[in-house]
């Protein structure tokens, strides 16, 4: 039985019992999301396809339950997907016969070198809730996000979890957090796929999977303005991972300035250490007798430090990673779509390549303090160099910039618009240069 459909029974059966109990109805919640969403990229220079193209309507219904009332206290959570599509012409949605589909969209067939998308597609997602004083633990459809496991919501419906996990607050300003995931729906997937990574996760027959990702950690808050945070996380057969994090917020003179400083340390795990249907991507130098091997085991540390400073409307910030090892910086990768919590997980790229040394700097402006609240811009550059392949270093750059107005009162609250716009350029051989525009409507009605 999938966690899911065990979550929704013992919940129910619970719930029937107890429907009316005070807080479960009056604490529930239930809220219908609207996304509008066009994509365009322009693949640069090579060959194959240039253009790829697309545009969806996203409807995501969610119902979040209040509890029961006891000592023991029970809740069910459920979100329903639904997505249309309004464009994807065959030969500009991006799909092949080695993909996941469209960016955005399944396939109806891959028959050919480019597949049509799906007209629409759905998913049902459930949740059973179990709560103890200050302590939760969570069974079913999840969607989860710290230092090692990030859900992805970069298109038109967002990425989904299904396992189980457990967050504690019982110790004042201790958070504890455990979990199990088994498997992931992508956010162009109506099935749960197994969890890979990068260099192992073809959706051919090749690919390789696993079905347990554990996680846990601890965020701590030292003071008011300094937190300590500390990870594991380990996909079974392929990586295990620990992050260590501080966060410093500082008053200086009239605004803000927050330092974040990470640190990952990533090794193989099982399979990945001996068997090449597991390797991961990146570079191997250590090994001269293998010159041109471009896969092997997870290999990584990775340093970084980003800081913003906020004043009067305006966010400056600057910032540095730098990953040391044989191999990329691995993180939980289907190949449909995926996200990280690294300070370079942007629009296009990620820069967490062996050996890369990556600087940035952003800028945003919130125009509230002009008196147009709700209107915001900003635009970020970064620039990585010294990344390991097998003929010499080489180097990328990208640059984006947002301008997003969310409507803050009256008729029209929540309504939101948006551009995001990319350009990465790279010198790395085999690899297309990529500008990408992206415009997004969003509404979000509340329901209960």
């Given at each position: 039985m999938k966690?899911s459909?065990l979550?929704l029974?013992?919940?129910v059966?619970v719930?029937?019992q107890?429907?009316?109990?005070?807080g479960?109805?009056?604490?529930?919640?239930?809220?219908?999301?609207?996304?509008?969403f066009?994509i365009?990229?322009d693949?640069?220079?090579?060959?194959g396809?240039?253009?790829?193209?697309?545009?969806?309507?996203g409807?995501?219904?969610?119902?979040i339950?209040?509890?029961?009332?006891g000592t023991?206290q029970?809740?069910v959570?459920a979100i329903?997907?639904?997505?249309?599509?309004?464009?994807?012409?065959?030969?500009?949605?991006?799909?092949?016969?080695?993909?996941y589909?469209s960016?955005?969209?399944?396939?109806?067939?891959?028959?050919g070198s480019?597949?049509?998308?799906?007209?629409?597609?759905?998913s049902?997602g459930l949740?059973?809730?179990?709560?103890?004083s200050q302590t939760?633990?969570k069974?079913g459809?999840l969607q989860?996000?710290?230092?090692?496991i990030k859900?992805?919501?970069?298109r038109?419906?967002?990425?989904?979890?299904t396992?189980g996990?457990?967050?504690?607050?019982e110790?004042k300003d201790l958070?504890?957090?455990g979990g199990l995931?088994?498997?992931?729906?992508?956010?162009?997937?109506t099935?749960d796929?197994?969890?890979?990574?990068?260099?192992?996760?073809n959706?051919?027959s090749?690919g390789?999977?696993?079905n347990k990702?554990?996680?846990?950690?601890?965020?701590?808050?030292i003071?008011?303005d300094?937190?300590?945070?500390?990870y594991?996380?380990?996909?079974k057969?392929?990586?295990?991972?620990?992050f260590?994090g501080?966060?410093?917020?500082?008053?200086i003179?009239?605004g803000?300035?927050?330092?974040?400083?990470r640190?990952?340390?990533?090794?193989?795990?099982g399979?990945n250490?001996?068997?090449?249907a597991?390797?991961t991507?990146g570079?191997?130098s250590?090994?001269p007798t293998?010159a041109t091997?471009?896969?092997?085991?997870?290999?990584?540390?990775?340093?970084?430090?980003?800081?913003?400073?906020s004043?009067e409307g305006?966010?400056?910030g600057?910032g540095?990673q730098?990953?040391?090892?044989d191999?990329?910086f691995?993180w939980?990768?289907?190949?449909d779509g995926?996200s990280?919590?690294?300070i370079?997980?942007v629009?296009?790229?990620?820069?967490?390549?062996?050996?890369e040394?990556t600087?940035?700097?952003?800028y945003a402006y919130?125009?509230?303090k002009l008196?147009v609240?709700?209107?915001t811009a900003?635009v970020?550059?970064?620039h990585?160099?010294?990344i390991?392949?097998?003929?010499g270093?080489h180097s990328?750059?990208?640059?984006?910039?947002s301008?997003?107005?969310?409507?803050?009162e009256?008729?029209f609250k929540?309504?939101?618009f948006a551009w995001?716009?990319?350009m990465?350029?790279?010198?790395l051989p085999?690899?297309?240069?990529?500008?990408?525009?992206?415009l997004?409507v969003?509404y979000?009605?509340p329901?209960?």
């Open positions: 966690k459909t979550a029974a013992v919940a059966g719930l029937a107890q429907a009316s109990a005070a479960f109805i009056e604490d529930s919640k239930a809220t219908l999301g609207l996304r509008n066009y365009n990229t693949n640069r220079d090579g060959t396809q240039n253009k790829s193209e697309e545009w969806g309507q409807f995501d219904l969610r119902f339950s209040g509890y029961t009332q023991v029970f809740g959570d329903a997907l639904y997505g249309v599509r309004l464009d994807s012409g065959r030969g500009t949605n991006g799909a092949t016969t080695t993909s589909g960016s955005m969209f399944p396939t109806e067939s891959t028959s480019n597949s049509r998308a799906v007209p629409d597609f759905a049902l949740t059973g809730k179990v709560k103890v939760e633990l069974i459809t989860p996000n710290n230092p090692v859900t992805n919501d970069g038109l419906l967002p990425q989904t979890f396992g996990e457990l967050k504690s607050n110790i958070t504890l957090t995931i088994n498997a992931a729906k992508g956010r162009n997937s099935n796929e197994g969890l890979s990574i990068a260099g192992a996760n959706p051919t090749t390789r999977r696993s990702f554990y996680y846990g950690g601890a965020d701590y808050k003071t008011k300094l937190t300590a945070s500390y594991y996380g380990e996909l057969d392929f990586y295990s991972q620990n260590l501080l966060v410093h917020n500082w008053a003179g009239p803000v300035l927050k330092s974040d400083l640190y990952y340390r990533s090794r193989d795990n399979s250490g001996d068997t090449a597991y390797y991507s570079w191997y250590d090994h293998n091997k471009v896969k092997g085991k997870v290999d990584n540390d990775l340093y970084s430090y980003l800081a913003l400073y004043v305006h966010t400056f600057a540095y730098y990953t040391k090892g191999s990329d691995p939980l990768n289907q190949g995926s990280n919590s690294t370079t997980d629009q296009i790229q990620k820069f967490a390549r062996a050996g040394r600087w940035q700097a952003r919130d125009f509230a008196g609240p709700g209107l900003g970020t550059y970064l990585g160099d010294n390991n392949t097998t003929t270093d990328e750059w990208e640059r984006d910039i301008l997003a107005y969310v409507v803050p009256g008729t929540n309504l939101g995001k716009n990319a990465w350029r790279t010198d085999n690899t297309r240069s990529q500008d990408e525009n992206r997004i969003s979000s009605i329901l209960l």
